[in-house]
């Protein structure tokens, strides 16, 4: 029953983004068409209207899922000792479980609350683990809990399993941290050269091009018949404002690579590296407009 529900809870929330995707693409569409008359613009904003409010929207979703994971696994050990501590002071299994659902464990509370009630329905106390699980959708916990499942199959102590988990999960929690400490540089060489190297580059590459396509613009037409030489300087084709486009397109889809390479690096999985893409994204788009406006700046007065 709780499982349906929450599954039409989602599909609600799934399609009332839906809905407000295609009236905001609709909107922009009717705009670009009403000031362009162009069909086939008001389809490419369209779409392109359309798959950046997907993206932030799936992308917002892995971030609260993520971090909604990240605080259960936090507070987990916590809340087994906890557990641990009620079934020492002899408590049975599913009041130990309703007793140890605390404010503090949140948003993992809701989830001991529900488990608890699945015990003291009839459940057998492993299926209800098992369930746990599937609505957690933690690897982490997932194997803690496949542990205790073994530990009470076997018949062992479970208050003395509960705090040795406990104590071997803090552990590696500890662990954890100390190994993201290691590899802060790499995360901080990562950043500063996709966020500041790359814009640099580009904005400069870019300046080149208009320099080159202002100077050979103004060169005299020669007859180079009669010259053997090894090159000659002709009319660059390609315009500026392509130059432009494709270094922005460009450092955009670095961007979005080194978030993800951030994200493994930092956290072990790449998903953790979607909260980087915007500030990274922003920060290297502004770099290079501002490089190389002052580029711009310096040659056109050695150039004048």
Known sequence: M???????????????VLIIVSLVSLAVALGV????????????ALGVTAGAILGYRTMKNLMDESQ??????????DFIDLMASNLRAGITIDKAILLSARKEFTPLDKEIMNLGKDIVTGKEISQALLDLNERVNSEKIRKTIDLIISGIRAGGNL???????????????????????NVLMYVIFIFFAVAVGAPVLFALSSVLVEILTKILSNL???????????????????????????????????????????????????KAGTKYMIPLAITSVTIFFLVRILLIKYFSGLFT
């Open 68 to 77: 909604r994971i990240k605080k259960m696994e936090e507070v987990f050990p």
């Open 220 to 270: 005299p037409a020669t007859d180079t018949s009669n010259i053997s030489v090894g090159f000659t300087l002709t009319q660059i084709n390609i315009s500026v404002n392509f130059i432009i486009f494709f270094a922005v397109a460009f450092i955009v889809v670095t961007d979005v690579l080194a978030s993800l390479v951030l994200g493994l690096v930092s956290k072990g999985e790449e």
């Open 2 to 16: 709780i499982k349906h529900i929450e599954l039409m809870k989602r599909k609600k929330k799934q399609e009332k």
């Open 33 to 44: 068409f009403y000031y362009t008359q162009k069909g086939i613009t008001s389809l490419i």
């Open 159 to 181: 208050s003395t399993l509960l705090e040795q988990t406990a104590a071997n999960i803090r552990e590696k929690q500890f662990v954890e941290k100390r190994a993201a400490s």
